[in-house]
């Protein structure tokens, strides 16, 4: 069966139920940041997921195994001391630069904490100015990636200019994607935060040798297409990037994520901005869904009567990915209307949380 057409009975069944237990989830890339904000956002990620990858584009970037090494100390401070949350595992990632070494590489693979290598072309979002210019000068650092099977994470949109943003993610694939998949057979590739239909079915689609490509789909893009950013006013707290698509792509990506297709797993991209800069003249990138991001998942499930492939997307496609054992332990949510929480209070910096609407529909427990 296709397996973007593969909603049965048996999911169907779902939509009566009440509660919903998974073997615990994963977020395959989330933003922390550092120093007050990271203390205030990590404990609501801490409690839902058993492991994070953590997202490199701190004001200065990780682009060391050193460095990788000193912030994931700071991240593990952060972990509720004791009780749900207190061993929470973050992941680190390395910030690719056109002067990483295969050395650095290699340092980052042996260290045991580091699981990926983030790309960000230059000038692509939120702290990319250090960001590669051109993926031809980091070609040692890619064959020593591919050599020793550490996964390279892709921001994936083209910075051209004359490229309308709306289409910045497809023309990513033409450009940079698959050149590099044609020259990195081997190489583990992440496409992030898919937002298109064109992404969707080129991950689905791609003759790639097994474990070797993956996208992360966030609960935002299952949730929302393009008219929550500006219809009725212009509304910062959904602004992100990958900007929301149509309504067409987010279908896709729901039809994606629901579909039990292992190259799809759950990403966050959970990005915290103090609220003045988010509501601002020029308003930063990024949704900020870490305080109930599983529940906002299990309701783009349930609006698709897909629940049964929740744990598949959420606990196992990522872990498998990474190769990485699955967790053991579990989580349950239950089938409850509740009012989303409050805005974050980060030593005076005011987080907006986000929202759809007023209500959830799903309560982790
Ligand atoms: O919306 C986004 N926010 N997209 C990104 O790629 C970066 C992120 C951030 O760090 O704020
Ligand atoms: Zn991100």
């Given amino acids: 069966m296709d397996a973007f057409q593969s909603h049965s009975a048996e999911f169907c069944a779902n939509s009566s139920r009440t509660a919903l237990t998974i073997t615990r989830p994963d977020d395959w890339h ?207 707290h959904y602004y992100c990037l990958p900007v929301l698509k149509r309504e067409e792509h987010r279908l896709a990506l729901v039809e994606a994520a629901t579909s039990g297709h292992p190259r799809f797993f759950l990403g966050t991209d959970s990005a915290p901005h103090p609220k003045n800069l988010k509501e601002h003249a020029c308003g930063c990138a990024g949704c900020y869904t870490a305080p109930y991001a599983l529940e906002l998942y299990a309701q783009a499930f349930d609006q698709a009567g897909a629940l049964g492939r929740l744990e598949g997307f959420a606990s196992f496609h990522g872990a498998d990915f990474y190769e990485l054992p699955r967790a053991t332990d579990t989580v349950t949510l239950e089938r409850v209307t509740w009012v989303s929480p409050e805005d974050i209070d980060a030593d005076s910096t005011t987080i907006v949380s986000f929202k759809v609407g007023e209500l959830l529909h799903w309560k982790l427990h």
């Fill in 30 to 236: 989330l933003h922390v940041r550092d120093g007050a904000i990271l203390k205030a956002v990590l404990p609501y990620t801490a409690r839902q997921f058993g492991r994070a990858i953590i997202m490199p584009n701190l004001k200065l970037p990780v682009t060391t195994t050193a460095q990788a090494g000193t912030y994931r100390h700071r991240i593990l401070a952060a972990r509720p001391v004791c009780g749900p949350g207190s061993a929470f595992e973050p992941l680190m990632t390395l910030y690719l630069t056109d002067n990483m070494s295969p050395d650095e590489v290699l340092r980052a693979r042996e260290s045991g904490f580091v699981y990926g290598v983030k790309l960000y072309l230059t000038g692509v979002t939120t702290h990319s100015k250090a960001g590669v210019t051109d993926l031809y000068h980091c070609t040692a650092a890619l064959e020593a990636m591919q050599k020793n099977g550490l996964p390279l994470l892709m921001h994936g949109e083209v910075t051209d200019p004359s490229i309308d943003i709306f289409d910045r993610e497809k023309v990513f694939i033409d450009r940079v994607l698959e050149p590099l998949r044609r020259d990195f057979p081997s190489l583990k590739v992440v496409f992030e935060h898919i937002t298109t239909l064109s992404a969707a079915q080129y991950v689905r689609d791609a003759d790639a040798a097994p474990g070797t490509l993956g996208a992360t789909i966030t609960a935002h893009h299952l949730l929302l297409n393009r008219n929550a950013i500006l219809v009725g006013g212009i509304r910062p």
